[in-house]
């Protein structure tokens, strides 16, 4: 089992930065990779970014290539995403997932990822 725990939504203007946290527990966090993903009322949970179990390997949407970084701190079995540049559209629920099952380095699929947090809610006023 794995349990992840997000933190570090709010409310910020077009333009701004957040930076998401999120805590793990259970399993040994350096074994297995991370994804963040986003869902948006009314739309599908989306793909964001991904990074393998050691923090040396990582991938971005499109959408976000350039804006948002993903990072890891094994040590602190935790796991960051920073935004920098969000617009509105980058509004939504933010979920991080675990990927158990491919040898550390995770897909872009959400049906890929057996453990999900609570989300936070990111608001991006214009």
């Known amino acids: 089992q794995v349990q992840l725990v997000e933190s570090g939504g709010g409310l910020v203007q077009a333009g701004g930065s957040l930076r998401l946290s999120c805590a793990a527990s259970?399993?040994?966090?350096?074994?297995?990779?991370m994804g963040w993903f986003r869902q948006a009322p009314g739309k599908e949970r989306e793909f964001v970014a991904k990074?393998?179990?050691?923090?040396?390997?990582?991938s971005y949407a499109d959408s976000v290539k350039g804006r948002f970084t993903i990072s890891r701190d094994n040590a602190k079995n935790a796991g960051y995403l920073q935004m920098n540049t969000l617009n509105p559209e980058d509004t939504a629920v933010y979920y991080c997932?675990?990927?158990?099952?491919?040898?550390?380095?995770?897909?872009?699929?959400?049906?890929?990822?057996?453990?999900w947090g609570q989300g936070t809610q990111v608001t991006v006023s214009s």
């Open positions: 997932a675990a990927d158990l099952t491919h040898s550390g380095w995770p897909g872009n699929l959400p049906s890929e990822y057996e453990y």
């Open positions: 990074i393998n179990s050691g923090g040396g390997r990582t």
């Open positions: 259970g399993r040994t966090f350096s074994r297995y990779g």
